[in-house]
C-alpha cells in the first residue's frame, strides 16, 4: 500500500493510473480537489478496489494520521501542491498554505506514526517529495544545467513555496531521521494537463479559435519532459534512491516557448487543419510579459542516469504528438475541466462528499 497526496491532479492522476497499471499494490489518494483536482482524471480506476480515494488536505494532520495508522503504507508520495506560477503572482497566501504549512503538517504527522513503527516497517518505509526545478532559479543563456548542488535562488512565490517545502523535508531527514527522497522534475506536459497551463491552453485556444498569448518575446526556455517519464522516474527513486539525497528530473529538451506554440500549430494544422485552411500561428497574439518572469531552466539528470539506470521513453517530438492527440480524442474532457461542469460530474458521479 503506498499513500500518494495530490493524486487528482495532472502528474499525481498520471501517476495512480500508470502504477495501477503496472502492478498490484494499492494506492490511497488523499486530494483536496482543489480547482486543479478533478476525479474525472481518475475515471479509469473508478470502483477498482485497489484505488481508495479520500477527500482532504495533506495539512489535516488528523486525517492524515488515521490514515496512515489505518493503512500502513510502505511509502508517502507528496504530490499535493498549488502549482501555477501566474497564480502565485495574483495570490501567494493559497502557497504558502500548501506547500509550506500543508508540507510541514504532513512531515508532522509522518513523523509521529513514523516514530511507532516496527524496524522491519520502519526500513522499508520512504516518503517521497515531488519538487520542481524552478527553485533553482533562472539560467542565463549559456550556463550549464542545473545539477543538485545548484544553490536555491526562487524567484516566484510558487517557486519559494516549493523550496520551503524542500528544506523541510530535508530539515526532517537530517534531524529527525525520517527517510525522505526529493526530486525536482523539469516542466512536464501531457495527458490531464490543466488548460491553464501554456501546452494545453495552446491547444485548447487554437481550437476554440481564440488568440495564443505569448508572453514578452516567447524566448524563455522550458525543458519538457513528457510526465509518464516523470512518473517512471520517481517510481525509479522510490525503488533505489538513496535516503536523503536529491534527483533532478529531466529529459534534455530545452525548448524556447514561441518555438514550442510552433510546433503545436504545426502538429494541429496537420491532425485537424481550420476549415478556412489557414495556420493556426495566425492565432499567436504576443501579451504583457509575466512579472518576475524566469528566462531559462534546464536539467542535468546525470545522476538519475547514471546512478539508478533512468532513462526517459519520449523525445520532445514523440511526446508532444502523443499529447496533441489525446487533447483532440479528449475534447469532452477539457470542456468539463474548463466550463466548471466537471463539478457537476463530481455530485452526479459521487454524490455529496465527492
Ligand atoms: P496540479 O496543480 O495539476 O495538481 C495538484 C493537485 O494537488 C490537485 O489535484 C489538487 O487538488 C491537490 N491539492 C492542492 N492542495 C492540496 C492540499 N492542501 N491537500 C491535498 N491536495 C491538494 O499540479 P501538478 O502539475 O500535477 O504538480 C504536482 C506536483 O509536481 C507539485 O508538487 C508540483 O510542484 C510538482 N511539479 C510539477 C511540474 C509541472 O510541470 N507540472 C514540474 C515539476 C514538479
Ligand atoms: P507554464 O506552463 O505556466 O509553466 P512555468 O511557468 O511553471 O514554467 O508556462 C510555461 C512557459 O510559457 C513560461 O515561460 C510562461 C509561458 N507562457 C506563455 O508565454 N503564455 C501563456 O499563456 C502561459 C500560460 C505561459
Not at 107 to 112: G, M, N, S, T, Y
Not at 132 to 141: F, H, I, R, W
Not at 152 to 178: I, M, Q
Not at 326 to 339: G, K, R
Request: proline share 5%; hydrophobic share 35%.
Amino acid at each position: 500500500m503506498i499513500l500518494v497526496t495530490g493524486g487528482a491532479g495532472f502528474i499525481g492522476s498520471n501517476f495512480v493510473l500508470d502504477w495501477l497499471a503496472q502492478g498490484n499494490e494499492p494506492v490511497i489518494n488523499l486530494d483536496a480537489l482543489t480547482y486543479a483536482g478533478n476525479r474525472e482524471n481518475l475515471a479509469a480506476v473508478d470502483g477498482d478496489p485497489r484505488h481508495i480515494f479520500v477527500h482532504g488536505d495533506i495539512g489535516d494532520f488528523e486525517l492524515v494520521s488515521r490514515l496512515l495508522a489505518e493503512h500502513q503504507p510502505r511509502a508517502v508520495i507528496n504530490f499535493a501542491a498549488e502549482s501555477h506560477v501566474d497564480r502565485s503572482i495574483h495570490g501567494p497566501e493559497d502557497f504558502i498554505q500548501t506547500n509550506i504549512v500543508g508540507t510541514f503538517r504532513l512531515l508532522e504527522a509522518v513523523r509521529a506514526w513514523y516514530g511507532q513503527l516496527a524496524p522491519e516497517a520502519k526500513n522499508a518505509f520512504r516518503l517521497l517529495h515531488v519538487s520542481t526545478d524552478e527553485v533553482y532559479g533562472s539560467l542565463a543563456k549559456d550556463d550549464p544545467a542545473f545539477n543538485e548542488n545548484n544553490r536555491y535562488e526562487p524567484n516566484s512565490p510558487y517557486s519559494a513555496s516549493k523550496a520551503a517545502s524542500d528544506h523541510l523535508v530535508r530539515a526532517y531527514h537530517h534531524t529527525y531521521g525520517l527517510p525522505v527522497l526529493t526530486t525536482n522534475c523539469s516542466n512536464n506536459y501531457g495527458p490531464y494537463h490543466f488548460p491553464e497551463k501554456l501546452i494545453p491552453l495552446v491547444i485548447h485556444n487554437a481550437l476554440a479559435g481564440k488568440p495564443l498569448p505569448i508572453y514578452g518575446d516567447g524566448q524563455q526556455i522550458r525543458d519538457w519532459l513528457y510526465v509518464k517519464d516523470h512518473c517512471s522516474a520517481i517510481r525509479r527513486v522510490l525503488e533505489g534512491g538513496k535516503l536523503g539525497e536529491v534527483y533532478n528530473v529531466g529529459g534534455w529538451n530545452e525548448k524556447a516557448n514561441l518555438d514550442v506554440v510552433h510546433t503545436l500549430c504545426a502538429i494541429l494544422d496537420e491532425l485537424s487543419p481550420r476549415a478556412d485552411g489557414q495556420s493556426y500561428r495566425t492565432q499567436i497574439t504576443f501579451v504583457t510579459d509575466r512579472p518576475g518572469h524566469d528566462r531559462r531552466y534546464a536539467i542535468d539528470a546525470t545522476k538519475l542516469e547514471r546512478e539508478l539506470g533512468w532513462k526517459p521513453a519520449e523525445t520532445f517530438e514523440t511526446g508532444i504528438r502523443k499529447t496533441v492527440q489525446w487533447y483532440l480524442d479528449n475534447q469532452a474532457w477539457v470542456n468539463n475541466v474548463t466550463s466548471g461542469a466537471y463539478r457537476d460530474w463530481l455530485g452526479k458521479q459521487y454524490g455529496a462528499n465527492a
